[in-house]
């Protein structure tokens, strides 16, 4: 067994196609992870990597995926738009058309469990990745989902792939939840946001952890917008928490896209880039010293410790 380098590419929506950008200055630099695991937005794009450990490919299919006119449309509601002030006759009817939608979503989301179909999920990464299992992947991907029942973590290491992705992505009350065995299971972006400690059950003797910040709110019209923002302090909290056991983190600079803002998709990515090219000196100065005969020795020490 070798020593092997993981990869946890956290959640975060549309700001989590930085991921591609970390991939790609990774690729570059030599870094190659022998295990993955995602969570949410991190799932799909750690699908796509360890189906076809190649960047370049990784983001063109990725970008097909997220920039259909129709895959933008759905999310547009989601995403708060500035006053209309300044713009022509269309622009105001397309900004109040944009209003009503959202004021929709809203009422819909305390009325109904969920506000789409499975299908217009699934439909969507069955057409990304095709009928393959985590078994086929090329290299060891593990999804992250959370149970409501019980508030632990699901992971997802075998079988169908598209199981695995959306159980990890179908976001509370967008989506259907994926009921199994007495559990309810939906995206893990709340508790298990960067997914470090399934990478360390593939193997991973170094995690670099990959961690999508939340966008920051500044206005809040609902009660319903005070409760999210409350509870994203609260996860944002718990995530620092569980990023302090990684290795290694990456926190590309993503803070002011909109999590439902898929038409950032490319600003996105450079951000995930250009935050990995910076952390490279260190990165890799972590890594050479993980390697060197000192630390080990120092390692192997403490862990004969520890068992007497």
């Given at each position: ?9 956290g ?29 949410s ?27 259909s006119?129709?895959f933008?449309a759905?999310w547009a509601p989601?995403?708060?738009r ?14 109040l ?6 004021k ?5 989301t ?6 789409q ?10 057409n990304?990745?095709g ?12 999804t ?23 159980a ?8 259907p ?13 709340g508790p ?11 193997g ?9 910040p ?11 917008d ?12 718990l995530?620092q ?7 290694f ?18 600003a996105?990515r ?7 090219r ?10 050479r010293?993980?390697?060197s ?7 192997l ?8």
């Amino acid at each position: 067994m070798g020593w092997k380098i993981g990869l946890a590419l956290g959640s975060g929506g549309a700001r989590g196609l930085a991921h591609a950008g970390v991939l790609e200055a990774l690729e570059e630099a030599g870094v190659r992870a022998d295990v993955v695991a995602g969570t949410s937005m991190g799932s799909i794009v750690g699908g796509l990597y360890a189906q076809t450990p190649d960047p370049d490919l990784v983001w063109s299919r990725l970008e097909a995926y997220v920039r259909s006119e129709e895959f933008i449309a759905y999310w547009a509601p989601f995403v708060p738009r500035e006053d209309n002030e300044g713009l022509d006759a269309r622009g105001r009817l397309m900004g109040l058309y944009e209003f009503m939608q959202r004021k929709l979503v809203a009422v819909r989301t305390v009325t109904r469990p969920y506000l789409q179909e499975a299908e217009r999920l699934l439909n969507p990464l069955h057409n990304l990745f095709g009928p393959i299992n985590f078994e086929e992947l090329q290299i060891p991907l593990a999804t992250v989902a959370l149970d409501l029942v019980s508030g632990e973590s699901v992971v997802y290491t075998r079988g169908s792939l598209i199981k695995g992705i959306y159980a990890s992505s179908c976001i509370p009350a967008v989506f259907p939840p994926v009921e199994d065995e007495g559990r309810i299971i939906v995206d893990g972006g709340g508790p298990y946001r960067v997914p470090i400690e399934a990478c360390r059950q593939l193997g991973a003797d170094f995690v670099i952890a990959v961690d999508i910040p939340a966008f920051q709110e500044r206005s809040f019209t609902s009660g319903l917008d005070l409760i999210m923002r409350s509870n994203t302090i609260a996860r944002q909290r718990l995530n620092q928490f569980s990023c302090a056991t990684a290795d290694f983190v990456i926190t590309p600079d993503v803070t002011d896209f909109h999590w439902a803002d898929f038409s950032a998709g490319e600003a996105c990515r450079a951000r995930g880039y250009a935050a990995t090219r910076d952390a490279l000196p260190q990165l890799k100065k972590q890594l050479r010293w993980r390697r060197s005969l000192p630390c080990k020795a120092k390692r192997l020490a403490a862990k004969m410790l520890r068992v007497r």
